[in-house]
């Protein structure tokens, strides 16, 4: 199928909230071979951004991930700060976004790469991120200008809690998942997305790195192989968080190894009741259909034959 056949997705909607300002990719201006990390959040991205410039800077280390590879739909800095950054990049770019495809500008030309990771992980992962926010982290969603809608709140004072809030409203209080997720998935088979699970790169980290290689059409100089592996593994990422976490983790209580936080799944299997595996897991059939949230589930490595 050639690019003029193919049916490209198109941007149908904008959508703010405390943290996002989707308007600002309308100003983008794509080069052929951006990359885009895409995720809901707390689902893979600094890793995948870690990843992705191992390959790119040859398995340097120190690369400044975080500080290079911006979230573009982050509302602060403005547009106005964000873009003229980008424009002076001179290096292969790779930026962040957890917008659904709907309300993102998609490049036929651009790489995308989604991960996604089962919506209890998700909120077990964002409950950690949320509850050692900082100070200066609500001073900066809440009180920059240009925030729409409701202030960011504080977070309910236990993971189970948290969780059944962000399920029974979905995401609440950051932004809506399924439509996330499915927008991701309905796209999977456009020739230049690739759609990984938070769960198969645990499974198989140098396989996702390779696969994300051949994607990206890097070629791997297999004397830095080691270097890239150790430097996208969870210890050395912990160990050294700072450069590519957001701001360094200066909006979190602990720093960097906040965010970085245990990088492990099913945290919440002796936590969450029958009850609320039963409500999340008809939600997300609803959602999504049977086959999108069995792979929500499990990924590829867990699928049934
Ligand atoms: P946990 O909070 O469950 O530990 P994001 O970057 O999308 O916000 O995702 C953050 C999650 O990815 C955190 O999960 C973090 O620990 C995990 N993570 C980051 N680097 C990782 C790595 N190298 N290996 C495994 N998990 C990692």
């Not at 003029?4 to 201006?29: A, L, M, Q």
Request: hydrophobic residues 35%; charged residues 25%; negative net charge.
């Amino acid at each position: 199928m050639t690019s003029s056949e193919i049916e490209w997705p198109v941007k149908t909607r904008e959508f703010h909230d405390h943290h996002t300002d989707s308007t600002i990719w309308n100003d983008f201006k794509f080069r052929d071979d951006d990359i885009i990390i895409s995720t809901y959040a707390k689902s893979g991205t600094t890793w995948t951004q870690q990843i992705v410039s191992q390959l790119l800077f040859d398995g340097a280390a120190g690369v400044p991930a975080a500080e290079m590879s911006p979230w573009v739909d982050m509302r602060i800095p403005p547009k106005e700060v964000k873009l003229p950054e980008l424009e002076k990049q001179t290096h292969r770019r790779f930026l962040k976004t957890h917008l659904p495809v709907d309300a993102i500008v998609f490049s036929p030309k651009a790489k995308y790469i989604y991960i996604a990771r089962d919506g209890r992980d998700v909120a077990w992962s964002f409950y950690n991120h949320h509850a050692n926010a900082n100070e200066a982290y609500y001073d900066a969603v809440n009180n920059s200008p240009g925030r729409v809608g409701p202030p960011f709140e504080r977070p309910a004072d236990n993971a189970v809690d948290y969780f059944r809030g962000w399920l029974e409203n979905d995401g609440h209080p950051y932004w809506p998942f399924w439509v996330n997720i499915r927008t991701w998935w309905e796209i999977r088979d456009l020739p230049n997305v690739l759609l990984l699970h938070f769960a198969d790169m645990k499974a198989d980290m140098p396989g996702a790195i390779r696969k994300i290689a051949e994607f990206l059409e890097i070629p791997i100089k297999e004397d830095k192989w080691p270097a890239i592996l150790e430097h996208c593994s969870f210890e050395y990422m912990k160990a050294n968080a700072e450069p590519t976490v957001p701001l360094n983790g200066a909006l979190w209580d602990g720093g960097a190894q906040t965010f970085i936080h245990k990088g492990t799944n099913g945290r919440w299997k002796d936590m969450l009741t029958e009850e609320d595996n039963r409500r999340y897991e008809a939600k997300a059939i609803e959602e999504l259909g049977p086959e999108c949230a069995e792979w929500l589930a499990y990924g590829n490595q867990g699928r049934k034959p």
